[in-house]
């Protein structure tokens, strides 16, 4: 294998394009764990052969999770429990996570932080610099406060170079780290193909991005680096996280029932609801592939998901989290709203779907540290998002990846 190169809007390997053809999972890190350490390695060799089958050869992973592991909503075990200090056993579980996906042609993106809580990220290392609690968003009226305090991560001029600087500490850390398994430091490792500053910062400034940028791209020179935003607001706020030439190319999420798009429980004969959200992902997609031309720069779709069928029994709250609910409008959705958007964009770069849970069920015992590691974060609920092995949308995934050859 060899480095992922941009030219253009487009990724090549080799001198061949390279199509994203991705999916989050996240958890991977702490599934590669010993079991002891909270993971399940013959389940996690199990699931990335199957996510092979599929025609993946792209996954979005976690590459940080900060502690302390007492704080509820978290991933635990972490990556690291405090500043500075790592759980050997679970960057030994990277190093295994890195080699599997070696071996099965997978390529990474190595998200280095969070702009939410369940993995620490951000709000975590304000904490640990001021000492302060973190306003978690455990209820909507809570957000605005949890997202204010989150944002100082680069607002807030009295703290922005103390936490930023634990930050860069822990993306130096990371990048110069030497798999414990093949000898390769992660710098120098094609399976590598990007280093994402975080999940989701949201509206941070211009000269953040580009900050941490060309610090990510001194320390890792050969792999590429990308922003990891949403680009829900507007453009100026894409243009803020892509322009950078330390950026190489541009991400974008979308998620039709966070934001109030689509619901699952809408059991309208006519599919109203499935059809605006439809209408609202093809829109999005071709308007954030325009921007990203004006870039000059590639762009995936690396975050999209929908619920199950709650519509089938809209008066039980907890229907579209059953494993053994249906995927009708889920199916519909990849197929109409994003992969067929997708495909008709000759300049896309592809996309991750959100997420892999495998065999995992939302109605499994927890481990020993009380995780269900499904595509779900632990600050969700579970079976929200997550794509199971058995479900009728891994036809549609595989037949997109197929088309995309």
């Given amino acids: 294998m060899t480095f992922i190169t941009v030219k253009?809007?487009?990724?090549?390997?080799?001198?061949?394009?390279?199509?994203?053809?991705g999916a989050n999972y996240w958890q991977g890190i702490n599934l590669a764990a010993e079991k002891s350490f909270g993971g399940d390695r013959d389940r996690l060799g199990i699931e990335l052969d199957q996510l092979q089958s599929m025609g993946v050869n792209n996954l979005r992973i976690m590459a940080s999770s900060e502690g302390p592991d007492s704080e509820p909503y978290r991933m635990i075990p972490s990556l690291q429990p405090c500043p500075g200090q790592y759980n050997e056993h679970l960057f030994e579980a990277l190093d295994?996570?890195?080699?599997e996906m070696s071996k099965r042609n997978m390529t990474a993106v190595m998200t280095l932080?969070?702009?939410?809580?369940?993995?620490g990220g951000f709000s975590q290392y304000i904490a640990w610099i001021t000492n302060e609690t973190i306003p978690y968003p455990v209820t909507r009226d809570k957000w605005d406060a949890f997202t204010d305090f989150t944002k100082r991560f680069y607002n807030d001029p009295t703290i922005r170079k103390e936490v930023n600087q634990l930050y860069k500490d822990h993306i130096r850390a990371v990048q110069t780290?030497?798999?414990t398994i093949n000898?390769?430091?992660y710098n120098q490792d094609p399976v590598i193909?990007?280093?994402?500053i975080a999940n989701e910062p949201q509206l941070a400034p211009k000269d953040w991005f580009e900050d941490i940028a060309h610090f990510i791209k001194q320390g890792s020179p050969h792999q590429l680096v990308s922003s990891g935003i949403e680009s829900k607001v507007d453009q100026i706020d894409f243009l803020n996280a892509h322009e950078s030439s330390n950026v190489d190319y541009c991400t974008c999420h979308c998620w039709v029932e966070n934001w109030g798009i689509y619901d699952p429980n809408d059991a309208?004969?006519?599919?109203?609801?499935l059809k605006a959200a439809i209408k609202y992902a093809r829109e999005y997609i071709t308007s954030r592939y325009e921007w990203s031309l004006k870039v000059g720069k590639p762009i995936v779709l690396e975050e999209f998901?929908?619920?199950?069928?709650?519509?089938?029994?809209?008066?039980?709250?907890?229907y579209k989290y059953d494993p053994s609910t249906s995927t009708s409008h889920k199916d519909e959705f990849f197929k109409k709203g994003i992969y067929q958007s997708i495909e008709a964009l000759y300049h896309h770069g592809g996309s991750n779907f959100w997420a892999y849970g495998g065999i995992g069920r939302s109605t499994d015992k927890p481990n020993s540290y009380g995780m269900v590691w499904l595509g779900d974060p632990p600050h969700e609920p579970r079976g929200w998002y997550s794509v199971y092995d058995v479900d009728t949308t891994v036809a549609v995934i595989k037949q997109h990846f197929s088309n995309s050859q």
Avoid: V
């Avoid at 253009?8 to 390279?18: I, L, Q």
């Avoid at 932080?113 to 993995?119: E, G």
């Fill in 177 to 179: 780290r030497r798999n």
């Fill in 96 to 99: 295994y996570l890195l080699e």
């Fill in 8 to 21: 253009g809007t487009h990724f090549f390997h080799r001198d061949e394009p390279y199509f994203i053809k």
């Fill in 113 to 119: 932080s969070n702009f939410w809580h369940w993995s």
């Fill in 193 to 196: 193909m990007s280093w994402q």
């Fill in 305 to 318: 998901g929908m619920a199950r069928d709650g519509w089938r029994k809209p008066m039980d709250s907890q």
């Fill in 268 to 273: 309208s004969p006519g599919k109203e609801s």
């Fill in 183 to 185: 000898g390769k430091i």
